[in-house]
């Protein structure tokens, strides 16, 4: 192909994810309210109800959840794409890994989702709420919680990717396990910064709850590489 042919493909590809984004948003937004309720449920005890300060904010709030649970249910079909983008650089026995790739990530991208809702946000919620509440009464928007929690979820999310996006580069020939092995100290001082970044609070323990998955999501990644590199070295050595 040429790089028009190419991107051409990359077009309507963005244009296929961006269709299946739209769509999934429509059912998120559809079922805002229970989620929004789902959602408000680590701060219960500190905030029995969200408040709103303008009349566009209960708007913008369904608005904002119906983008991430558009993302969520509609990341099959991301994740394919990109697939579909990339098989024809590879072998038919890789290309056989297609569907793992595709269910592998969306299952990775909700399960950081959910690391965030039942790990790091009832902890963090914990230690701002309390932080001068002997002087303050937490009077919070439903657009500023909604953002907080949407942001750490969103990120945390992207970040149980990383085993799956370097499964990939390995598929592709881009890194190898050795590589990843010899920059695991560079990539544990990187990781420790992300992971001071996403979390919200600067308190040691909300910190280690993030560090300790990436640092255990890098050494997944390198395992998994291997499985990537394999039926390349085979190829290679026949």
């Known amino acids: ?3 028009a042919e190419h991107l051409d493909e990359l077009r309507k590809r ?5 269709a299946a984004w739209l769509a999934a948003m429509a059912v998120g937004f559809a079922n805002a309210g229970r989620l929004i309720e789902w959602l408000q449920r680590p701060a219960e005890g500190s905030l029995p109800r969200l408040a ?7 708007l913008m709030a369904f608005l904002s959840v119906a983008v991430l649970a558009g993302a969520a249910l509609a990341m099959p079909v991301f994740l394919w794409q990109v697939w579909g983008f990339i098989r024809a650089g590879l072998s038919l ?4 890994w297609g569907q793992v790739f595709v269910w592998w990530g969306s299952a990775q991208f909700i399960g950081g989702v959910l690391f965030a809702y039942y790990a790091l946000l009832p902890v963090s919620l914990r230690v701002l709420l309390r932080i001068g509440q002997a002087y303050f009464e937490p009077v919070i928007s439903v657009e500023r919680y909604l953002g907080f929690v949407l942001s750490l979820a969103w990120w ?9 996006a370097l499964w990939l580069l ?6 190898t396990p050795e590589w990843l092995r010899q ?13 001071a970044i996403v ?4 308190d040691p323990v909300s910190l280690l709850l993030m560090a300790a998955p990436l640092l255990i999501l890098y050494e997944v990644s390198i395992l998994m590489t291997r499985v990537a590199v394999r039926p390349r070295i085979q190829r290679e050595g026949r």
């Open 1 to 3: 192909m040429t790089l």
């Open 14 to 18: 963005l244009g296929i994810c961006l």
């Open 52 to 58: 709103v300060f303008s009349p566009t904010e209960p």
């Open 93 to 96: 026995r890789e290309r056989a």
């Open 156 to 164: 945390c999310g992207l970040i149980f990717e990383l085993p799956v």
């Open 170 to 175: 390995a598929t592709v020939g881009i890194v």
């Open 183 to 195: 920059q695991r100290p560079y990539a544990t001082l990187v990781l420790v910064i992300v992971a």
């Open 199 to 202: 979390t919200p609070t600067t």
